[in-house]
């Protein structure tokens, strides 16, 4: 089992940058694949990035690729999210999630562990 504790969150003016962590407990995080997720008010959660448990596969969505990106440090129990070029529309509560198995799946019923969220705010 693995807990996760995501930070980072805060307000930003669009264009701008914030940085992501999740920090996992457990001694079997590097045997984890880890996702981001994330939820606007009023719509379901969707998608975000996903990363293998070695950290050379990563996945991202249409929305963000170009200007998210995604990756751990094992020796930290950490996974990270880069977002650069914010924009409003990706104002949403962001959650790190973990699974377990090697295949990265987008579907967040995939995904057994979940951080309580951080908000992010994109002012205009």
């Known amino acids: 089992q693995v807990q996760l504790v995501e930070s980072g969150g805060g307000l930003v003016q669009a264009g701008g940058s914030l940085r992501l962590s999740c920090a996992a407990s457990?001694?079997?995080?590097?045997?984890?694949?880890m996702g981001w997720f994330r939820q606007a008010p009023g719509k379901e959660r969707e998608f975000v990035a996903n990363?293998?448990?070695?950290?050379?596969?990563?996945y991202y969505a249409d929305s963000v690729k170009g200007r998210f990106t995604i990756s751990r440090d094992n020796a930290k129990n950490t996974v990270y999210l880069q977002m650069n070029n914010l924009k409003p529309e990706d104002t949403a509560v962001y959650y790190c999630?973990?699974?377990?198995?090697?295949?990265?799946?987008?579907?967040?019923?995939?995904?057994?562990?979940w951080g309580q969220g951080t908000q992010v705010t994109v002012s205009s």
């Open positions: 990363i293998s448990w070695s950290g050379v596969i990563t």
């Open positions: 457990g001694r079997t995080f590097s045997t984890y694949a």
């Open positions: 999630a973990a699974r377990t198995g090697g295949i990265l799946l987008v579907e967040a019923d995939g995904y057994a562990y």
